[in-house]
């Protein structure tokens, strides 16, 4: 399976904004972007030229690192959300944010993408009653997302239970903590979906 395996931190730099892939690293002083608020490289503090096809493939490649998708999966998921009726852009956030990966993230049951990502893949969830080891699973309304049974001693889940509350979890799932459970109660709306994106910017890039 493809997958980026450079350092998450540059990726950040490169975006000139934090993407939040390290967890908690990015919330403390150790971020590589508080000291080195710059793209990475030779030519990092140099001033670019950003030209419209430059802004616009910026905002494609944040939005694509964020939720660690690569350009061929992600262009297939621009091309559903276009076939789709409505805004092609916020189609494209809700096919992001409806991934299994996003989804336990979310819920706060990983620190990172990167980590819930890993969860998956290890078969560590049920989606209702069956085990799901694909990140890119996609959740649907009604659907029950439980914790292995036998993964619920496991330090990742323990941290994730003493800690549920510190973080908000979005209106569209619930979590019941006691259970280690997630219900997906609807589809996220673009006015609750909290990724600093444009997509705007990533639908005119694609129509060109």
Not at 79 to 90: I, L, M, V
Request: charged content about 30%; some cysteine; overall charge positive.
């Amino acid at each position: 399976m493809a997958r980026y395996t450079g350092a998450d931190c540059k990726r950040c730099r490169r975006e000139k904004v934090k993407l939040f892939l390290k967890g908690s690293k990015c919330d403390g002083p150790k971020c590589p972007i508080e000291s080195r608020p710059y793209p990475p490289g030779q030519h990092g503090r140099g001033r670019s030229k950003e030209s419209e096809y430059l802004l616009q493939m910026r905002e494609k490649q944040k939005c694509a690192r964020i939720y660690g998708v690569l350009e061929k999966q992600f262009r297939g998921y621009y091309e559903e959300a276009n076939r789709k009726q409505g805004k092609t852009g916020e189609n494209l956030l809700v096919i992001l944010e409806t991934r299994l990966d996003n989804v336990v993230f979310r819920a706060g049951f990983a620190k990172s993408r990167d980590m819930a990502r890993q969860m998956v893949r290890h078969g560590h969830f049920l989606v209702n009653g069956k085990k799901v080891n694909i990140p890119s699973f996609r959740v649907t309304p009604m659907d029950i997302i439980d914790v292995l049974p036998k993964s619920h001693d496991l330090t990742p889940f323990i941290v994730a239970s003493a800690e549920f509350g510190e973080k908000s979890v979005p209106a569209w799932m619930e979590v019941v903590a006691a259970q280690m459970r997630i219900i997906i109660h609807g589809v996220p709306a673009r006015s609750i979906i909290d990724t600093q994106v444009q997509e705007q910017l990533i639908v005119e890039l694609y129509s060109k």
